[in-house]
């Protein structure tokens, strides 16, 4: 490290942490030919595995994958111990990696930085510390961790206790002699519940004070996984990148059932191959997909987990109360545990709730509920930490360009581009920070991912010249709302956690880290970069500054992963496959999907229209009828679909919105051209109005409904069925209709290639239906008919669809022309969105919308 003038150290890159990310990070600087130096206030290495030594600490993520993987010479010269290592185990890891690599003499020990200003005019970050020179250094990495700061509880009375005080976070190097003694705990997280039965069997009498249950599953310690040992060794470097792909950073494959296509006896059976397993990641994603992203899904795992505390738990009260009942499996960070229900049977040990008698006061000699009193010799808090901002803004004021105080910038909740950078503060990077899968995912495989990616850009960026790197506000504003979808998919926002920041108090809410996966994420990351360093001003001396501004993400992020998939099948364009072969297509495509859900009845039949029968297929709620009707016109541009092709729509519009859908099989182009599919929506309407009563539905006005050339039919119906008299319609939901027949409008511009719906398939579509002397017919672009006089509209449109605008001038019409008309602009989504039922979970809060404006027509409580 050279030192300037005034005594000031200048180094390449300074860096906060010694643990997992910072050693990483200085062997790569190191061998990038970057200088560099990291401050720890430890007095050795190892991170939050230096601080958290309390009884019974252990990682729960397998260590055969909690560990590096850059080096195989170093994977093939440390062998694990446990399939989850201790603590002390652990550290000695990190201190022999420390060793191997000689790291620590680029190590600043017991030393704190108190202050990091970014200077101007140098272009350069200053730090302030407790502990030797100010150091000035190009880039300052924050490679703090994510739960570095223990957050204190809000208790009065604290410092009167006249016994001994210790946190899980905190513990003492040389133990704590528990014998005899009479010890309280609170808090019951990992760190409670690790070390609870560790303490149980030390301690004279153990009061546990848990103010809210724990999901925990047993850990089944012992020996490396031979399974996991042997496809490692087979195949390392397989092994690793499969990894690096995955949703969570551990390479195992999640499960695509569904819930409702098992038996309760498969359920049953994976959950207990699951239980016995003791494998966090293998209960969170292998038991059925939508475990994770769906309220019913996930209530038949809490049910069995549930069950199994009942089963282990004697006494049935004490069972009830460790049974988690306020937020879903997974939605708060579940535990491994050794024998931590079964420490509840011990003569020693007693819980508190904490929601029946809420704690009031620490006292000199205890704990005072509202109920009771409870004397102890030592109070043991497990109570967390300020996570993820905490770990961040707890190491000291940072202040970026222009003044401005990190502090400030997050006082709203964390704003980062990638979760790697904020915007205003050049020259910082955050490691496993806020926006990043970080504590979604195996820490390692992510701080490798982040170490790399900003060793590498350091690299890139002298190599041409740069400076200075900056996100862009734009970028970082899109990354917040890329977040924001993401965090729609999951149960996460169902829980108040560390994860959103509602365990401390005052404290901005919202999910923090990133959950669409540690594989896309990457994805993103290095597109970012291909895509000529897309959201980042980058600066140097002598060269000129480039900023490629924009959003890296537009999309839902399910819409990116659909549209990725079938980019990587390389597909056929529908249009080059001629009517049949699209058929057979559309038919084998949906013979992949996932089966709908189940709903009271299906009943497939025929209803007769002038020269023929029509199939349609009903689907009846499961509630006591009879329900209103909805008259529901398929997609597939007038050429492609059936009466059964949107079954996972029907499915579940008919489960939200408690109605009948009946879905009419009319013809097609272009055996039946212009106005077949028009006329047989209308005689299919009539048909089901009369005979409503007989299918089992409530006399009285229809709904009509339809996604995209049937949304057309819907629409066009409508219009029909107020210039023939009949019958009644009592609202019209549009799905990303075709309105018209203009192929000019911006959305067509913008979506003529990539969406799977483009511009030439639209054409292929309205070639084989309509003539081009027809198209202005309001029988097919229903827009230029009147208007004046319809049933209410809910129009929904999406933001990547070459229809999305003629269907915002549709409902623009309608309202103009005193038609009561919704709308919902889904923004991210593509023309598909909506019918994807189970493969675009985005959708379902537009789905929600739709089924309740179906209520709304026909005039159903909410
Ligand atoms: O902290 P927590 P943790 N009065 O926040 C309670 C990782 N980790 O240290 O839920 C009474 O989970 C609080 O109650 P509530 C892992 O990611 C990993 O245990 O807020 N109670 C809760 O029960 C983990 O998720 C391992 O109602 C109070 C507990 O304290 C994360 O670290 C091991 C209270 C805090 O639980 C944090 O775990 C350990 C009060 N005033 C940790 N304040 C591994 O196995 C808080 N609580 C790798």
């Keep these: 490290m050279a030192t300037g003038a005034n005594g000031t150290q200048q180094v390449d890159v300074a860096l906060v942490g010694a643990g997992f990310a910072g050693l990483y990070l200085l062997h790569r600087l190191r061998k990038a030919g970057l200088s560099a130096v990291a401050f720890e206030t430890a007095d050795d290495v190892g991170g939050t595995w230096y601080w958290n030594r309390y009884p019974g600490a252990r990682c729960d993520i397998a260590t055969t994958d909690y560990s590096y993987t850059f080096d195989p010479d170093l994977e093939a010269a440390w062998t694990w111990s446990e399939k989850y290592a201790t603590q002390p185990e652990i550290l000695s890891y990190l201190r022999f990696v420390a060793d191997r690599y000689d790291l620590r003499r680029d190590i600043r020990f017991s030393t704190k930085v108190t202050e990091a200003r970014w200077n101007e005019s140098e272009e350069r970050w200053h730090l302030s510390t407790d502990n030797g020179a100010v150091v000035s250094c190009r880039f300052y990495v924050m490679a703090s961790g994510c739960l570095s700061a223990p957050k204190l509880p809000e208790i009065d009375g604290i410092d009167a206790f006249a016994g001994d005080i210790y946190f899980t976070s905190r513990w003492p190097h040389d133990g704590v002699a528990l014998e005899g003694r009479r010890v309280a705990v609170i808090g019951t997280g990992s760190s409670g519940i690790q070390s609870i ?118 006494d049935p009260e004490v069972a009830a109360a460790l049974s988690p009942h306020d937020h879903p499996f997974g939605a708060k960070r579940p535990c491994l545990d050794t024998n931590y229900y079964a420490t509840y049977n011990r003569p020693n040990v007693k819980l508190v709730d904490l929601r029946r008698e809420p704690i009031e006061a620490i006292t000199p000699s205890g704990i ?18 300020d996570a993820m901002t905490g770990a961040v803004l707890a190491v000291h004021p940072i202040t970026g360009r222009g ?66 790197i900056e996100a862009t506000e734009a970028a970082q504003a899109g990354w917040t709302r890329h977040l924001a979808d993401c965090s729609m998919i999951t149960l996460h926002r169902l829980a108040n956690t560390w994860y959103t920041g509602a365990n401390v108090s005052g404290k901005a809410q919202g999910l923090m880290p990133y959950p669409g996966g540690v594989g896309p994420y990457r994805g993103i990351c290095n597109e970012a970069v291909t895509r000529g360093m897309l959201g980042f001003k980058l600066t140097g001396p002598g060269v000129a500054a480039q900023c490629n501004d924009g959003e890296v993400v537009r999309l839902q992020p399910d819409v990116r992963l659909v549209l990725n998939t079938l980019a990587e099948m390389n597909l056929p364009t529908i249009e080059s496959l001629g009517p049949d072969g699209a058929r057979a297509f559309v038919t084998q495509f949906n013979a992949t999907r996932p089966a709908g859900r189940l709903v009271g009845e299906v009943v497939d039949g025929t209803l007769p229209v002038p020269g023929t029968t029509l199939p349609y297929r009903l689907y009846r709620p499961a509630t006591p009828g009879p329900h209103p009707i909805v008259v529901y016109f398929h997609g597939g541009g007038w050429v492609l679909g059936s009466h059964d092709s949107d079954d996972p729509f029907c499915r579940d519009l008919c489960r939200r919105s408690g109605m009948i859908f009946v879905s009419v099989g009319y013809r097609h182009a272009p055996e039946h051209r212009f106005p077949t599919a028009a006329e047989d929506g209308y005689a299919a309407l009539r048909w089901i109005a009369d005979h409503a009563v ?88 229903p827009l230029r008919g009147k208007l004046a006089g319809l049933p209410p509209a809910f129009v929904v449109t999406c933001e990547f669809d070459p229809l999305r605008d003629e269907g915002i001038a549709y409902a623009e019409a309608l309202a103009a022309a005193g038609v009561p008309a919704k709308q919902l602009q889904a923004h991210g989504h593509f023309h598909s969105s909506f019918p994807m039922v189970d493969v675009v979970i985005t959708g379902a809060g537009g789905r929600a919308e739709m089924a309740q404006e179906l209520r709304r027509f026909a005039g159903l409580n909410s």
Excluded at 368 to 385: L, N, R, S
Excluded at 430 to 450: A, D, W
């Design 694 to 781: 007989e299918l089992g539905g409530r006399p009285g006005p229809v709904a009509v409904a339809g996604w995209s050339a049937g949304g057309n039919i819907a629409a066009v119906v409508c219009q029909l069925a107020r210039d023939r008299r009949g019958p009644p319609i009592a609202g019209q939901l549009l799905v990303c209709p075709v309105t018209d027949s203009d192929f000019e409008r911006g959305s067509y511009r913008d979506n003529a290639e990539g969406y799977f719906l483009t511009r030439p398939l639209m054409h292929w579509f309205w070639d084989h239906y309509c003539d081009p002397a027809d198209r202005r017919d309001p029988r097919v672009s």
């Design 197 to 314: 039965p560790m303490i149980a069997a030390q301690a004279a009498h153990l009061t546990v004070f848990q103010r809210t249950p724990n999901f925990a599953l047993p850990a089944h310690n012992g020996p490396p996984l031979p399974d996991r040992v042997a496809s490692l060794e087979k195949d390392r470097a397989g092994f690793r990148e499969q990894a690096r792909w995955s949703m969570t950073g551990v390479p195992i494959p999640p499960a695509t059932d569904f819930s409702w296509q098992l038996t309760d006896a498969q359920r049953r059976e994976r959950f207990e191959k699951a239980w016995s397993t003791g494998d966090l990641v293998v209960i969170l994603t292998q038991l059925w997909a939508d475990a994770g992203v769906d309220v019913d899904g996930n209530k038949l795992v809490a049910d069995l987990i549930r069950e199994k505390i009942r089963t282990i738990v004697h």
């Design 403 to 468: 003044g401005v105080a990190l502090s400030d910038v997050w006082a709203k909740g964390p704003k980062t581009y990638l979760g790697l950078t904020v915007s205003g503060f050049p020259n910082l990077f955050l490691v496993t920070g806020p926006g990043s899968p970080s504590v979604f995912s195996n820490m390692v495989v992510s701080i490798e991912q982040h170490a790399d990616w900003i060793v590498d850009r350091l690299v890139a960026m002298r190599d041409a010249g740069f400076t200075t």
């Design 368 to 385: 005072e509920t509202a109920d009771g009193k409870y004397d102890v010799d030592v109070i043991v808090f497990a109570t967390g930490f």
